[in-house]
């Protein structure tokens, strides 16, 4: 069966708003923007804007981030790994997308198992757990529909392990932390054309300005609009989005910020499931990059909306309180067709169909209140968070079954999209199911001596759900008390020592034989390590070993009356990190880090063979200093090789390989760059993953230009 789916600078009247009406209109396409460059001001005489932002003075490095803990700490004073992804880095290598910023960072894989559906995995495990500004955002499925676009975020934080503090559930894998763009005191614009291979277009637009005379209140919109084609058969893509946000302080001590974010995908020709991957003789298979499954009618939509309000209020003494209310919707519909079975190398017989017509609504509600501050205890100052969040999920979705499932498909029409589009009638089934999690959390951080610190806290979350999905009971109901603790040693001005320990856990529905539902899964993470400055803080290095664990992960058995029982399995993986972020020389910015992992079950064997076992990612650019207008870069991400055992004597491989993309960006003048980008440049063939029996090829060679506009 298929799987289920700075300068402050008044706005008004400013000589600088005819330019910046005339980039935004190239951007978005509006007629009639070259009448407005025929009276435009010279820019000589134009004054100066120092655009906030990213740039190469911050770079690829973060300062502090409270992503780990729910206090403002620098990394080096947070007991765990953590990388940050940078808009800067971003912006170099056009991630414009969660695939590839995920896919650029250390220790983790992004599972492509079908076109518009994705996985990631660190530390062994899936990543199910993700935060936009701090407040989590449950991943009930463990998989991303659609492509999630990074135009909407100044950078995004990953906490590999067990985030015990921050996050109420999920798995001792990771957590990921999207931080969204604000609106900067002063105007600042931006907007630009990227043109790609497979005639890929992507328009981008981002205003911020204040929007009273007083600067109190301020406002961003970000909007993006992309659509394309594939180097997949019949495979094209459509993307919009539009953010905006507004800030008015309320008083000298509180802000409040409203905000709503829309995102509206759409794909034709997409695949569900993907390519069989081996032969009756057991032989690989090897289609050429391009081949596709899908039907000529397949589509999937996919949108989604997003509104928050945001209250900040300093207390005093060092004190502030911030509540957070969001509201999120998902839509999903789709007509699908999925290929199985294992083709004959001769004939190519032996495939069969599966139509399908899915569609789903996917609503979540959460509210989140937290106090932090200092307080002085035996004469030393300490940090202090807590607080309580609330989240509401409901899923309901209904799959309409396409007549002639089963029906042969033959070596001239497998993946040729000819297959006729059915009705969708044969059968229904779907989901109706609501999950509700309330959680407490408290974190504090005690400083015992001068050099030495104490991070320590706790989670406690309680889960609930009811309804039903395909005929089985999602009804749960679970809680636990997750504890933290963490030590930082300063060895010496620019070096510390930690260690941490943290648990996470994860309610469950699936069903023993007896039909009893499975106790949650259990999750811990320990690691030891070390961080430190280079350079006077310009650059940073970190190194860690691990031990994580997931104990009770639900794994079918076998079938019972039709129906599928279950049992817990345990794993436990082990590795080590090292990782080197900044400025490592003037006008050189890196960004590396290394992965080795061990996998295993409780019998000792080695388990998810899909993960590789060594990772490197590494991403670099230098600014010329004959030609300072030029910065040149790379990155490479290379990974050992991964299989999967399809049946006893038959085995998948995918052999070790290095990605590498490289960039230019020349600065035109004081307001217009052009970049290119070359990704994948030796044009190497790989499958995406093996999270699957099935899997597909990743994109060969492409390229892509942007010429970018900034005010």
């Known amino acids: 069966m298929p799987r289920r789916i700075n300068t402050s600078v008044p706005s008004s009247s400013h000589p600088r708003l005819r330019p910046l009406v005339l980039a935004l209109s190239l951007a978005l396409g509006h007629a009639g923007a070259a009448s ?15 655009i906030t932002g990213a740039n190469d003075q911050n770079g690829y490095q973060a300062r502090d981030s409270d992503s780990a803990s729910k206090l403002s700490l620098t990394l080096r004073e947070t007991p765990q790994s953590v990388s940050v992804v940078t808009r800067a880095r971003m912006d170099d290598f056009r991630l414009d997308n969660v695939n590839d910023v995920l896919a650029n960072t250390t220790g983790v894989t992004v599972e492509k198992v079908e076109t518009d559906r994705t996985y990631y995995v660190a530390r062994g495990f899936d990543i199910i757990n993700f935060q936009v500004d701090g407040v989590g955002m449950p991943l009930v499925f463990g998989n991303m529909m659609g492509n999630l676009d990074t135009a909407l975020f100044d950078r995004v934080d990953i906490v590999r392990g067990a985030n015990g503090l921050a996050a109420s559930t999920g798995n001792p894998s990771a957590t990921v932390n999207f931080i969204r763009k604000r609106p900067g005191p002063a105007l600042a614009a931006s907007a630009g054309l990227t043109l790609s291979s497979w005639d890929t277009r992507r328009l981008d637009a981002d205003l911020s300005s204040p929007l009273s005379a007083s600067g109190s209140v301020k406002g961003r919109v970000v909007a993006v609009s992309q659509q394309g084609d594939s180097y997949l058969d019949r495979y094209a893509t459509k993307k919009n989005v539009v953010y905006g946000i507004v800030e008015a302080k309320l008083g000298s001590d509180t802000l409040l910020s409203i905000g709503h974010a829309w995102q509206d995908n759409k794909s034709s020709g997409g695949m569900w499931g993907a390519l069989p991957l081996y032969y009756t003789d057991g032989s690989p298979t090897n289609y050429p990059a391009g081949t596709n499954t899908s039907a000529d ?13 945001e209250l900040n209020h300093q207390l005093g003494q060092g004190w502030a309180l911030k ?3 969001s509201h999120n919707k998902e839509a999903s519909r789709s007509k699908l067709f999925y290929v199985y079975g294992t083709p004959d190398k001769a004939t190519g017989d032996g495939l069969f169909s599966y139509p399908s017509a899915y569609r789903s609504d996917h609503s979540q509600t959460l509210f989140d209140i937290g106090a932090s501050g200092q307080f002085n205890l035996a004469g030393r100052q300490h940090d202090l968070a807590f607080g309580a969040s609330w989240s509401r999920s409901r899923l ?45 959390y408290a974190a504090a951080r005690f400083a015992l001596a001068d050099k ?55 309610p469950q529905s699936e069903q023993d034989i007896n039909g009893v539902a499975l106790d949650p899964i259990m999750g811990s993470s320990a690691e030891a390590g070390f961080k430190g400055d280079l350079l006077g803080g310009k650059a940073s290095f970190s190194g860690a070993i691990f031990r994580a664990r997931q104990n009770n992960t639900a794994e079918q058995v076998d079938m019972n009356g039709g129906k599928a029982y279950y049992r817990g399995i345990n794993a436990e993986s082990t590795g080590a990190e090292l990782e080197v972020t900044g400025e490592l020389a003037k006008g050189w910015l890196a ?27 590494m991403s670099t650019t230098y600014r010329l200093p004959a030609v300072p207008q030029l910065k040149i870069g790379a990155n490479v991400n290379w990974q050992s090789d991964i299989e999967r055992e399809q049946k006893p004597g038959i085995v998948t491989r995918q052999d070790s390989y290095a990605v590498l993309g490289l960039m230019a960006r020349y600065e035109i003048n004081r307001n217009m760059t052009l970049a290119v980008n070359l990704n994948n440049v030796t044009d190497k063939k790989y499958l995406t993953s093996l999270y699957w029996s099935q899997a597909y090829y990743a994109a060969p060679r492409s390229a892509s230009a942007t010429l970018n506009w900034t005010y």
């Not at 025929?38 to 134009?46: G, I, N």
């Not at 009618?297 to 309000?309: E, I, L, Y």
């Open 591 to 617: 960004s590396a880090g290394f992965t080795r992992l061990k996998v295993e079950d409780s019998q000792g064997k080695a388990a998810k063979t899909y993960v590789p076992r060594r990772l490197l990612r």
């Open 452 to 506: 030495v610190k104490l991070l320590t806290g706790f989670n406690s979350t309680k889960a609930d759900s009811t309804g039903l999905s395909y005929g089985s009971s999602k009804q749960k109901s679970a809680s636990k008390t997750s504890p933290y603790v963490g030590l930082v040693y300063d060895v010496a001005p620019q070096v510390s020592l930690y260690t941490s320990y943290t648990e996470i856990f994860s």
């Open 323 to 325: 509540s957070t209310l």
């Open 36 to 50: 407005a460059a025929d009276d435009a001001p010279e820019a000589a005489v134009l004054p100066v804007i120092t």
């Open 396 to 440: 309901d979705d209904l799959s309409g079954y396409g007549r002639g499932i089963g029906t042969p498909l033959t070596a001239a029409t497998d993946f040729t999209g000819g297959y006729p589009q059915p009705e969708f009638d044969d059968r229904f089934d779907g989901s109706s199911y609501e999950e509700v999690r309330k959680t407490v």
């Open 297 to 309: 009618w397949s589509h999937w939509d996919n949108k989604t909306n997003g509104s928050f309000a």
